[in-house]
């Protein structure tokens, strides 16, 4: 499989660890790759994205929106400036969470019949999650997943 | 304890999303609070018991990440 990936894919695997450092997460997560394509406007996954207004920004703005909204659910509310934005996160390689691997695996799946892995094959597993942060997030952008998912795949066929 | 509960209009998939954020906001809290503490000039034994976990844990979890922070970590 590893064989497989486009450079360009290879390379936001390695952003989404980044990205999941920089949020201080323990595990690599679905959401890191979305942030990854996010930023990666010359991908033809940025592009989609890009194209319905989720640049890097937005979809940190989303992710923070989701996660306050689901805080909130349980009572609980969090400042923005709060003591949990400390230090730097660790150092050590992290794991991969149960939702990267699950869209690695529907990657795959989509990218069946094309020669390579494409960031736009990574974006559309991203996009096959039926519930969970990335398409909490998704919704509280205002942003139709399922039309996502149409414009990825349109965009893998042009 | 009202304010705990999770809201009665939320259906399960916003129950089971604040378990995840919630997860999240514990995971974020220890590692400042683990961090305010060391610079404060808790032991590592003192740490380990007020999150009731032992002192190898709470050390092979934090250490490293206090050491790049700058924390002075000696004699603890």
Same mark, same amino acid.
């Given at each position: 499989m590893v064989t497989r990936l486009a450079p360009d894919a290879r390379s936001l695997i390695a952003t989404a660890e980044r990205e999941a450092r920089t949020t201080r997460s323990p595990y690599v997560e679905a959401e890191h790759l979305l942030l990854a394509m996010s930023a990666a406007p010359s991908t033809d996954a940025g592009q989609v994205l890009a194209s319905v207004g989720l640049n890097h920004e937005a979809v940190e703005q989303a992710l923070e929106l989701e996660f306050e909204a689901s805080l909130a659910a349980a009572g609980v509310t969090v400042r #923005?400036? /709060? @003591?949990?934005?400390? #230090?730097? /996160? @660790?150092t050590r390689r992290l794991r991969l969470s149960a939702s990267f691997k699950a869209a690695l695996e529907r990657s795959v799946a989509a990218s069946s019949g094309s020669r390579q892995i494409r960031p736009a094959h990574l974006l559309l597993g991203v996009l096959g999650a039926q519930a969970g942060t990335v398409p909490r997030a998704l919704r509280l952008a205002g942003v139709d997943q399922a039309e996502l998912a149409t414009l990825t795949r349109q965009a893998l066929a042009g | 304890m009202a304010a705990l509960e999770i809201d009665a209009t939320a259906g399960p998939a916003d129950g089971l999303a604040a378990v995840v954020a919630l997860r999240r906001l514990a995971d974020l809290m220890e590692d400042s609070e683990v961090e305010r503490a060391m610079r404060a000039g808790w032991s590592w034994p003192q740490v380990a018991e007020a999150l009731s976990v032992t002192r190898q844990a709470v050390h092979k979890k934090h250490a490293q990440r206090l050491i790049a922070a700058g924390v002075d970590l000696r004699r603890r």
């Open positions: #923005g400036d /709060g @003591p949990v934005r400390a #230090g730097p /996160g @660790p | -």
